[in-house]
Nanobody
Framework: VQLQASGGGLVQTGGSLRLSCAAS????????MGWFRQAPGKEREFVAS????????SYADSLKGRLFISRDNAKDAVYLRMNSLKPEDTAVYFC??????????????????WGQGTLVTVSS
């Protein structure tokens, strides 16, 4: 599967963004999807994951309540809604896909396919 992330940009503190990740290739609904982010000089970190059906989600503890992952299997897409953005949310955001047994996955090493990333910059 090929992944294309979009929707990043420059936003002020407190603002919102919705990132999208379009998948190409068969059987998108067979993949667990995840979002990760990487800030300058830091390691890539888990943001959120969603099960194949969309009924189960998981989030990084520090981001719960502000970021929301969803998917539309009819459109082969996964989304990340980000609210109340802070300067520390500034990072390149990546979507990723995983075929696996569990509902969600949280480690970078779990995922098999990655998109190219979209930059989110939050100004103070």
């Amino acid at each position: 599967v090929q992944l294309q992330a979009s929707g990043g940009g420059l936003v002020q503190t407190g603002g919102s963004l919705r990132l999208s990740c379009a998948a190409s290739g068969p059987t998108f609904s067979s993949y667990v999807m995840g979002w990760f982010r990487q800030a300058p000089g830091k390691e890539r970190e888990f943001v959120a994951s969603i099960s194949r059906s969309g009924t189960t989600t998981s989030y990084a503890d520090s981001l719960k309540g502000r970021l929301f992952i969803s998917r539309d299997n009819a459109k082969d897409a996964v989304y990340l809604r980000m609210n109340s953005l802070k300067p520390e949310d500034t990072a390149v955001y990546f979507c990723a896909a995983k075929r696996g047994y569990y509902s969600t996955y949280e480690r970078v090493s779990d995922y098999d396919y990655w998109g190219q990333g979209t930059l989110v910059t939050v100004s103070s």
